[in-house]
């Protein structure tokens, strides 16, 4: 059974860093598509980055530059070090596990990040 733990949320300033981890088990990212998404209070979950299999990153628009998406295969974890934050950064971010081949979405418990400005 695949579960996603997610750890590193919080609050912080406008302008600060904070990094989010996923563990995963009962698979590995470095075989799937890894991401975290969000969602914010009365909108719809967003996507925010997502590293493939072969490594190949992907960011929402609104992250670029100030957002990175990183795997450990040691670890078997997928990393979000998000810094230059900002308010709207505010939501609850998840986790995601995206069997390509299966067509398979698994998603973590969700972690919030609280921005203050």
């Known amino acids: 059974q695949v579960q996603l733990v997610e750890s590193g949320g919080g609050l912080v300033q406008a302008g600060g860093s904070l990094r989010l981890s996923c563990a995963a088990s009962?698979?590995?990212?470095?075989?799937?598509?890894g991401g975290w998404y969000r969602q914010a209070p009365g909108k719809q979950r967003e996507l925010v980055a997502t590293?493939?299999?072969?490594?190949?990153?992907n960011y929402a628009d609104s992250v670029k530059g100030r957002f990175t998406i990183a795997r450990d295969n040691f670890k078997n974890t997928v990393n979000l070090q998000m810094n230059s934050l900002k308010p709207e950064d505010t939501a609850v971010y998840y986790c995601?596990?995206?069997?390509?081949?299966?067509?398979?979405?698994?998603w973590g418990q969700g972690t919030q990040v609280t921005v203050s400005s």
């Open positions: 009962g698979t590995t990212f470095r075989s799937n598509v």
């Open positions: 995601n596990l995206h069997m390509f081949w299966a067509g398979t979405d698994y």
């Open positions: 590293i493939s299999s072969g490594s190949s990153t």
